[in-house]
């Protein structure tokens, strides 16, 4: 785990390749969502989207620095959506440990969210996030402060959650570990859906005993996060695929 200092400029970098990979991976709802995260050394001020961009347009420089209120805090005078940042907001003042957090409406995270069962231990990527994961009800499109409270107290030191009916939330330390749990979550999701489509609800899922085992497995010490090996090869490909997020 690389222990350097984290700049400004290394944040942007990250989370424009995040938009740009979730673009790439489908996961986008037209301008709609967001991956936020931390400015290094500027507490209480976060890098999101500006609106009305895709995923797919979002670059370093373009990124908007607001409060946490989602209120622009940068004199750009650029246009966010506050009240798209009013989860986001919440999760990070409750969680100051954190770089990341990803809110999306994904295709299989959103199918999840209406099994009343949400993930179950059928694949190696569900066992990572077995235990992790908290859920929270349905309360509409408004996310008031009572809310606000509810869901992050939901979340507690967890890894994400399953937004009830509406989508699927994922933290971590470094944008990296945000954005490798989110696409666990996702596949796990789309390998579980799948299989119940094909054998009529029923599919066979690991016990609670070996899943709490994989899971340990899977994290070890601690030593290493996840995305700490798989971002440099995730960055490449979004040069490959969608240059221009570094500008």
Same mark, same amino acid.
């Given at each position: 785990?690389s222990?350097s200092?984290?700049?400004?400029?290394d944040?942007?970098?990250?989370?424009?390749?995040? *938009?740009?990979?979730?673009?790439?991976?489908?996961?986008?709802?037209?301008i709609?969502?967001?991956?936020?995260?931390?400015?290094?050394?500027?507490?209480?001020? *976060?890098?999101?989207?500006?609106?009305?961009?895709?995923? =797919?347009?979002?670059?370093?420089?373009?990124?908007?620095?607001?409060?946490?209120?989602?209120?622009?805090?940068?004199?750009?005078?650029?246009?966010?959506?506050?009240?798209?940042? +009013?989860?986001?907001?919440?999760?990070?003042?409750?969680?100051?440990?954190?770089?990341?957090?990803?809110?999306?409406?994904?295709?299989w995270?959103?199918?999840?969210?209406?099994?009343?069962?949400?993930?179950?231990?059928?694949?190696?990527?569900?066992? $990572?996030?077995?235990?992790?994961?908290?859920?929270? +009800?349905?309360?509409?499109?408004?996310?008031g402060? @009572? @809310?606000?409270? $509810?869901?992050?107290?939901n979340?507690? @030191?967890? =890894?994400?959650?399953?937004?009830?009916?509406?989508?699927?939330?994922?933290?971590?330390?470094?944008?990296?570990?945000?954005?490798?749990?989110?696409?666990?979550?996702?596949?796990?999701?789309?390998?579980?859906?799948?299989?119940?489509?094909?054998?009529?609800?029923?599919?066979?899922?690991?016990?609670?005993?070996? +899943?709490?085992?994989?899971? $340990?497995?899977?994290?070890?010490?601690?030593?290493?996060?996840?995305? =700490? +090996?798989?971002?440099?090869?995730?960055?490449?490909?979004?040069? $490959?695929?969608?240059?221009?997020?570094?500008?």
């Open positions: 785990m222990l200092p984290r700049t400004e400029a944040v942007r970098i990250d989370l424009a390749a995040a *938009y740009r990979l979730a673009a790439l991976a489908g996961w986008d709802d037209t709609y969502t967001h991956l936020s995260a931390t400015v290094p050394g500027e507490p209480g001020v *976060y890098l999101i989207n500006e609106f009305g961009l895709g995923f =797919d347009e979002v670059c370093a420089s373009n990124l908007v620095k607001v409060d946490i209120a989602g209120r622009v805090a940068d004199g750009s005078g650029r246009r966010v959506n506050p009240s798209g940042f +009013a989860i986001h907001g919440a999760v990070h003042a409750a969680r100051p440990e954190l770089e990341c957090v990803i809110h999306l409406h994904a295709p995270g959103v199918a999840l969210a209406m099994l009343p069962g949400g993930l179950q231990p059928t694949t190696q990527w569900a066992m $990572r996030l077995h235990g992790r994961l908290g859920r929270h +009800a349905y309360e509409g499109l408004a996310l402060r @009572e @809310e606000q409270q $509810r869901l992050v107290a979340l507690g @030191e967890l =890894d994400g959650l399953i937004l009830e009916n509406h989508g699927t939330l994922t933290v971590g330390r470094t944008v990296a570990e945000a954005f490798m749990l989110m696409h666990i979550l996702e596949r796990a999701a789309q390998a579980q859906l799948r299989a119940m489509a094909a054998g009529a609800g029923r599919i066979q899922a690991a016990s609670p005993d070996l +899943a709490a085992l994989t899971y $340990r497995q899977w994290v070890g010490d601690g030593s290493e996060r996840d995305g =700490d +090996a798989e971002w440099p090869a995730l960055l490449r490909r979004v040069e $490959r695929l969608s240059p221009g997020f570094r500008n």
